[in-house]
């Protein structure tokens, strides 16, 4: 067991890293190109890889830390890939099973995810407050897909925000698990959630701004 443990915390790292780098790039570079798509598709499959390897590490050795990054990964990773499949779908059409399944598991997910966090705050563990924040942050975002599924969303190319919030929302996971790990090397004396929280504190402004710059609204 500590072999196959092993095994899959080197496939997770490496899933992990990768999925750090090539974010990394296609954030800071143009978007829509063939390089963009080739950077993106290397960034999903590292982002899924180390997703899964994350679920299966929590279940050989429970850890809420890896449960959490494997289940959001998973969900903004796919969901961000699927929008790609709704540009050309007619208004309130494009979704398959798997959409609808990946939206309901992650809303039913979130609630659970509320629920432990008023546990754990209820036990004076402040870590509670994570779980809360990435709960409701779950809510609205399977929330978000609903609208978008039934056809109801105020935005036009709702596919490219959807898959523009969900890929960046997949990199904020890379760049939360990979700051978790690393802050306790870091010169600095602040609460555990405090790091858990900050790379969404820091970079979920960015994708507002990079939501409203690229929506086109529905016209009334």
């Known amino acids: 067991m500590d072999i196959l443990f092993k095994i899959l915390l080197v496939l997770h790292i490496a899933g ?12 800071a ?8 798509k080739l950077i993106g598709n ?3 499959y590292s982002m899924l890889t180390a997703a899964c390897m994350a679920l299966l590490l929590s279940i050989i050795h429970p850890n809420s830390f890896l449960f959490i990054v494997g289940i959001f990964t998973i969900y903004l990773t796919a969901t961000g890939r699927r929008y790609l499949y709704f540009k050309n779908a007619a208004p309130g059409g494009g979704p398959q099973i798997l959409d609808w399944i990946l939206s309901i598991a992650m809303i039913a997910t979130s609630f659970i995810f509320i629920g432990m966090g008023a546990w754990y705050l209820f036990r004076s563990n402040n870590f509670g407050i994570v ?18 599924y039934q056809g109801r969303s105020e935005i036009k190319n709702y596919w490219l925000t959807g898959h523009l919030q969900r890929m960046a929302g997949s990199y904020i996971a890379a760049v939360t698990a990979f700051e978790v790990v690393n802050w306790k090397y870091l010169p600095l004396a602040l609460p555990g ?14 994708i507002v701004i990079w939501t409203r710059k690229y929506q086109v609204l529905v016209k009334n």
């Open 16 to 27: 992990g890293g990768t999925g750090l780098i090539t974010g990394a790039v296609n954030m």
């Open 29 to 36: 570079r143009p978007k829509g190109d063939k390089t963009h």
């Open 42 to 44: 290397v960034f999903m």
């Open 131 to 148: 779980f809360i924040v990435f709960g409701i942050l779950g809510l609205r975002l399977g929330r978000a897909d609903i609208f978008n």
């Open 193 to 206: 959630y405090v790091s858990w929280l900050l790379p969404t504190v820091l970079l979920v402004p960015l």
